[in-house]
């Protein structure tokens, strides 16, 4: 079953512009994962944050994690063209399932 | 780098036939798994195996089977094909056991049924 929601759907901004994703999740996790996928490929692992963890970062990703919320979010900083892909969310379970969000896609205008 | 190959990029079957779909890893994975991906519907899990031999039915099994007989394979497989399993179909692996804290995935089999 899904439990991740990514939002927005579609998001479309110009080169250099940040972009925001964010994620929603219905259970408890042990963590939460980032991955792109580039247009029919396969999918890329971005980040992992733990629950226990509130931000990471990686280059121009940062992620946040909240809990209480039961929320994280994903920005791009400094975004380009390359990171035109779809960005999923999905969360590990207490069984180690991971579940999966549909995807956010995201347009860089050149 | 790790590698998960996937044995076809592009396949069209016809209704009823027997469908093979191969997966690779080549990093001594314990853990395999298999997915079908549909538009606004994200990743759902067929099928996914810890180790050899072994199998775990996913999210959606029905009108498919998988089969690993040694760990760098997992292979999935239509038994009778149907057009509602046209889809993206993407293998991954997983080092160790218990928490799937990386993915790595194939390049993806986009499964055409006529």
């Known amino acids: 079953s899904q439990q991740g929601e990514e939002d927005p759907q579609a998001l479309s901004i110009q080169e250099g512009e940040n972009a925001t994703m964010n994620c929603s999740y219905k259970t408890s996790i042990n963590n939460l994962q980032w991955y792109r996928q580039n247009s029919g490929r396969g999918l890329v692992h971005l980040i992992l944050i733990r629950s226990n963890e509130r931000e990471k970062h990686s280059g121009r990703l940062r992620v946040t994690l909240d809990t209480s919320k039961k929320s994280s979010s994903l920005l791009i900083t400094a975004s380009r063209a390359a990171d035109t892909a779809s960005y999923f969310c999905a969360t590990e379970d207490s069984n180690y399932q991971l579940i999966w969000g549909a995807g956010t896609k995201l347009i860089i205008k050149p | 780098d790790v590698k998960v190959t996937q044995s076809s990029r592009y396949l069209v079957k016809r209704t009823g036939e027997k469908v093979f779909l191969e997966c690779v890893q080549d990093m001594d994975h314990e853990n395999m798994f298999w997915y079908r991906q549909d538009p606004g519907l994200g990743l759902r899990l067929i099928y996914f195996?810890?180790?050899?031999?072994?199998?775990e039915k996913g999210d959606i099994p029905e009108g498919y089977s998988v089969s690993r007989e040694k760990k760098e394979r997992f292979s999935l497989i239509l038994e009778s094909a149907s057009t509602n399993q046209t889809s993206m179909y993407l293998c991954?692996?997983?080092?160790?056991?218990?928490?799937?804290?990386?993915?790595?995935f194939g390049s993806g089999t986009q499964l055409s049924v006529l």
């Open positions: 195996s810890y180790d050899v031999k072994m199998k």
């Open positions: 991954a692996s997983s080092p160790g056991t218990g928490p799937n804290e990386k993915l790595f």
